[in-house]
């Protein structure tokens, strides 16, 4: 019922993600699925990202092609090598390759990132709050690697029907990169929390999960899978109003993994300022002064209002539920190109501090999951390269400036900043 809501609300922007980047051909056998894979457009990667693209089959009969985009740090080799020009028009096909027998070198590990409703894949390379996930990961040492709704591309996971072919197609990933003994990590983001939670019931084995905006599989009284005795390590971050991440449901959740001594912890996070989308414009690829024409239009216009809490006086706030007609209305005056389209789309949810993946409190969430601890210290970006393998040197952020852009490097400033301001 959820996740058919959040398609719905979201169709609009899938529409205007429409008019980009040219067809996706079809990579396998021309099943249903396949056949939805054509009409999908995919978003251009930020600076510094260098996605590759490969589909393996779902299942041993090669139905439910998966595709999958990824990237490996700065330092780290994989056994076996894509072409650069491969792209998600012209994806690699998984079931002609085969496993070399070796391991990849120069990895902490390897993080599945899992998007939510009406995204894909390619968003997390894209967007501005997947695109700080995804440096954060890399930075780090990690192989990050994220797949596509396979009943659904371009929408929500329907885990009763994705969970086989996912589980399938991932070990033929990992055994095609020699991935297999490196230590495995899950990000989920909204519907793709509830994929996760159930990859999590299947028996896919995690060190690490984090949901955020998603109970995963917690509803109501009845944590779901989160009972389980030997569920991993998890972080959540969720924003209070939530109608699909809900609190309640999140924190019965929370209780069953104390229970069985789990460790676990939890983020909220809460509305920001409608002027804060001016810091954001460079990461939208959005110019800082069209962007303050779009925010004195949707401030005028009535989306805003005063909030009592901690915040620059006279700060106006989007009224809960008012990102989506925000958006049309912006779009409606504004040429935008698909990308900053859905940017803004996100980032309008961001500061509305409703429903929407968000890459605040990330940092904080990784640390625990690789410590069992998070810093609370501001975590700014160093000018250093990475270190020989791609692995930092200590838990906290240390980004490559070569492969950040400038409007990212803000990004994450105001990312700590609001972190401060807001740290439980």
Not at 193 to 203: C, F, K, R, W
Not at 297 to 312: A, K, R, T, V
Request: aromatic share 8%; charged share 15%; glycine share 10%.
């Amino acid at each position: 019922m959820f996740v058919l809501f959040l398609a719905l609300l979201s169709r609009d922007v899938a529409q205007a993600a429409r008019n980009g980047t040219g067809i996706v051909k079809t990579v396998l056998a021309k099943t249903a699925v396949s056949q939805n894979r054509t009409q999908m457009h995919f978003l251009p990667p930020a600076d510094g990202l260098h996605p590759k693209h490969v589909v393996f089959p779902g299942s041993p009969a090669g139905t439910f092609p998966t595709h999958y985009s990824f990237q490996e740090p700065e330092g780290s080799i994989l056994p076996q090598q894509l072409s650069p020009n491969t792209g998600p028009s012209t994806p690699i096909l998984g079931n002609t390759m085969s496993s070399t027998g070796k391991s990849a070198t120069g990895l902490n590990g390897v993080f599945l990132l899992l998007h939510a409703c009406q995204y894909t894949s390619d968003d997390w390379f894209a967007l501005p709050e997947e695109v700080y996930m995804v440096h954060e990961l890399l930075s780090r040492g990690f192989l990050v690697v994220a797949p596509d709704a396979i009943l659904q591309p371009a929408g929500c996971w329907f885990p009763d029907s994705d969970t086989g072919p996912l589980m399938h197609s991932f070990g033929l990933f990992r055994r095609a990169f020699g991935l297999e003994h490196l230590p495995l990590y899950a990000v989920g983001a909204s519907s793709g929390g509830v994929m996760l939670s159930s990859l999590v019931a299947h028996g896919m084995s995690f060190v690490g999960t984090m949901f955020i905006v998603s109970p995963g599989g917690a509803r109501h009284a009845w944590p779901g899978t989160f009972a389980k005795q030997n569920h991993p390590r998890t972080a959540f971050v969720l924003m209070p109003p939530d109608i699909f991440g809900v609190k309640e449901d999140i924190m019965g959740a929370v209780e069953a993994l104390k229970h069985n001594g789990v460790p676990v912890v939890t983020f909220e996070v809460k509305p920001k300022p409608i002027h804060s989308l001016i810091a954001r414009a460079e990461a939208m690829r959005i110019d800082k002064n069209v962007m303050r024409l779009m925010v004195d239009e949707i401030s005028n216009l009535g989306f805003g209002q005063q909030q009592s809490m901690s915040g620059p006086t006279g700060s106006l706030y989007l009224r809960p539920t008012y990102a989506q007609g925000a958006y049309l209305t912006l779009v409606r005056h504004f040429s935008l190109t698909p990308v900053q389209g859905k940017a803004l789309w996100e980032e309008l949810r961001v500061i509305e501090g409703t429903h929407s993946p968000t890459a605040e409190y990330f940092s904080e969430s990784i640390d625990f999951l690789l410590t069992g601890r998070y810093s609370t210290k501001k975590l700014l970006p160093e000018k250093t390269s990475m270190k020989s393998g791609g692995v930092t040197g200590n838990k906290n952020v240390t980004l490559s400036s070569s492969n950040m852009t400038k409007g990212h490097r803000l990004f994450l400033q105001q990312r700590v900043d609001s972190a401060a301001r807001l740290q439980p």
